[in-house]
Antibody
Framework: EVQLVQSGAEVKKPGESLKISCKGS????????IGWVRQMPGKGLEWMGI????????RYSPSFQGQVTISADKSISTAYLQWSSLKASDTAMYYC??????????????WGQGTLVTVSS | SYELTQPPSVSVSPGQTARITCSGD??????AYWYQQKPGQAPVLVIY???ERPSGIPERFSGSSSGTTVTLTISGVQAEDEADYYC???????????FGTGTKVTVL
């Protein structure tokens, strides 16, 4: 069974750093992209960026470029989303999701269970 | 930046048909995908490549495309279909992705 399992909920203070994870299993981790999606409280889905663990090719939404860093460690089938200095506005649920490699395969399936990040002083 | 526009809400009685539209300039060149999200749950893919249905998704879910608008149709709506629905596509270059604004489907 293909699964993406994300790290647990985090409570942080403004200015702190954070790295959350997404571990893939049941498929060849290096042959699929992993995307990250933000959902702020009561709001819609926002695509943040995507990484191909096979060669670490990474793309960011213009809205998130410079605000977060996406990385992956293919040796442990895990992708990461990190912040160097959190803001209260980073409070949200963050999802990872898998995308098949190839121009026509632009959908995300399956999704991880989500990681809730709360930033509050 | 590229945007996909959906109506905020759609209300439908059980057994009737719900139609949710999604508009975007690059949709004639890029496929659209649809996700269902129930409260407290992660999104689930219900339609890919405009009109294809993943295994396990009921036949009452269908998709279509016409020009700059794609449509998700739920025929014979059931109470369990009450959820938020999001379209998703790629920009004209195919390298950046975007979600629609989301539509809340209420079953009366």
């Amino acid at each position: 069974e293909v699964q993406l399992v994300q790290s647990g909920a985090e409570v942080k203070k403004p200015g702190e750093s954070l790295k959350i994870s997404c571990k893939g299993s049941g498929y060849s981790f290096t042959s699929y992209w992993i995307g990250w999606v933000r959902q702020m409280p009561g709001k819609g889905l926002e695509w943040m960026g995507i990484i191909y663990p096979g060669d670490s090719d990474t793309r960011y939404s213009p809205s998130f470029q410079g605000q977060v860093t996406i990385s992956a460690d293919k040796s442990i089938s895990t992708a990461y989303l990190q912040w160097s200095s959190l803001k209260a506005s980073d409070t949200a649920m963050y999802y990872c999701a898998r995308k098949k490699s190839g121009y026509v395969y632009n959908w995300f399936d399956p999704w991880g269970q989500g990681t809730l990040v709360t930033v509050s002083s | 930046s590229y945007e996909l526009t959906q109506p905020p809400s759609v209300s439908v009685s059980p057994g009737q048909t719900a139609r949710i539209t999604c508009s975007g300039d690059a949709l004639p060149k890029q496929y659209a995908y649809w996700y269902q999200q129930k409260p407290g749950q992660a999104p689930v893919l219900v339609i890919y490549k405009d009109s294809e249905r993943p295994s396990g998704i009921p036949e009452r879910f269908s998709g279509s495309s016409s020009g700059t608008t794609v449509t998700l149709t739920i025929s014979g709506v059931q109470a369990e279909d009450e959820a938020d629905y999001y379209c998703q596509s790629a920009d004209s270059s195919g390298t950046l992705y975007v979600f629609g604004t989301g539509t809340k489907v209420t079953v009366l």
